[in-house]
């Protein structure tokens, strides 16, 4: 059983001496809620600055009612489909690599309908924690990063699809979620920008109090709020070696330099995977590639945040500028921006929803590799002396973050 805490409130326990490595959202939001519960946090990342990665651009929105598994019964009987390449939205890299096949394996295991509902739940409940612990930080530190409740719209275009999301749905309001099905009528009344694509909606999932948020623009106010007060250092531009968890405390080993301490936190994504092997421990986590691009408004923009299921791609409205994201390239270890794939993000969109953004002028665009378990839940535990892994988030690094940072530290005072 996972220990429940009072979010916020300093700890019981002597202040610790801790490490955090990666500077994303789950990393800043781990190291904001140790240092608010009164302990030493050193931030290590090997950018120049907070937020630089996979945080950087993403969809910026926070789902917590849309925690669906991604290995499901619908996504295993696409399989061969995807292993081909045949689906423009979501491909496999495959590769004769050990890792590769164990975590396809697990991803098959994870597929039936009794697992795809537990690891969907679970990510459910942990969603809620992190909800109510992302609100609690922006409470004490007023951190300004766009956050707003427009709610969320999630889009159907097959009676299928659209009947197996009702059917979760049932257990997702069971476990506390509060979602409306409504028909198309009604979700153009909500969203009038759904309005050319009325035609094609079967039907849609509205959650009234979903947010969004500039994930980067959260990394730095951290940063700024964890610089405010003592007991804080940042390291950037540093490349970590590996872990040596063989002595009394464990240590980061960098450039020649051992610096230790009580507890150190993986939170560096993909990263997190190579310093774990150097405790000896095998993560299965796989990397997932993401795109985003992000404009100004169209003439019909959205205000409520969007998500295409057929198209698989997410819209969010982020002050003066449009946020769009999808694709999901799994085995992808380049982090570069693809021009063929980033087109092709750009013809979903353009087809989920053509005025949404002035898809002629892209101000910028953003390739990430997000960290990817089988089961679609993050590792958040003790893999060595004194060394927490807090990885494989996958697309809901976001929404997941506060949530997490809260069960690392149960584990550093330990729940």
């Known amino acids: 059983m996972r220990a429940e805490f009072r979010l916020g409130e300093a700890s019981a326990t002597a202040p610790r001496d801790l490490i955090v490595i990666g500077a994303g959202v789950v990393g800043m939001a781990t190291a904001l809620t140790l240092a608010d519960r009164g302990h030493r ?37 696409q399989f061969p489909w995807l292993l081909l390449s045949r689906d423009p939205a979501f491909r496999f890299s495959p590769r004769l690599d050990l890792d590769y096949l164990r975590w396809n394996l697990a991803f098959l295991r994870n597929g039936s309908a009794g697992r795809f509902r537990r690891n969907t739940l679970e990510g459910l409940a942990l969603a809620f924690l992190s909800r109510r612990a992302l609100h609690a930080l922006v409470r004490r530190h007023a951190i300004d990063f766009a956050h707003d409740r427009p709610g969320k719209i999630i889009v159907y275009r097959s009676a299928k699809s659209f009947a197996a999301a009702q059917t979760l749905l049932s257990d997702k309001m069971a476990a506390g979620a509060e979602q409306t099905v409504l028909d198309p009528d009604q979700a153009v009344a909500i969203e009038p920008a759904l309005e050319s694509i009325r035609a094609s909606i079967v039907g849609a999932i509205h959650t009234a109090g979903e947010e969004v948020g500039d994930p980067y623009r959260f990394c730095t106010g951290a940063q700024a709020a964890l610089a405010a007060r003592g007991g804080f250092a940042s390291l950037y531009d540093i490349a970590i070696d590996r872990i040596d968890a063989s002595w009394r405390r464990p240590a980061v080993i960098a450039g020649g330099q051992r610096i230790e301490a009580d507890h150190i936190v993986l939170c560096a994504g993909m990263a997190s995977v190579g310093l774990a092997r150097s405790v000896g421990v095998r993560l299965p986590v796989m990397p997932m590639k993401g795109y985003s691009i992000t404009a100004q408004p169209g003439d019909g923009a959205p205000r409520v945040s969007i998500t295409d299921s057929a198209n698989r791609v997410v819209f969010a409205r982020l002050g003066d500028r449009m946020r769009i994201a999808g694709l999901a390239d799994l085995g992808r270890r380049d982090a570069a921006v693809d021009p063929a794939r980033l087109a092709a993000l750009v013809r979903s ?20 590799l997000r960290p990817m378990t089988p089961d679609s839940l993050p590792i958040t535990r003790l893999i060595a002396p004194g060394v927490i892994a807090n990885t494989g988030h996958g697309a809901l690094g976001w929404t997941y973050a506060a949530g997490s940072a809260e069960r690392v530290a149960a584990i550093v005072e330990g729940g």
């Open 41 to 77: 946090v050193t931030l290590i990342d090997r950018a120049e600055g907070p937020g630089r990665g996979t945080s950087f651009a993403n969809g910026a929105q926070l789902s917590y009612a849309y925690t669906d598994a991604l290995a499901s019964p619908s996504t295993i009987a």
């Open 349 to 368: 969109a353009r087809a989920a929803l053509p005025a949404a953004a002035d898809y002629d002028q892209i101000e910028s665009s953003w390739a990430g």
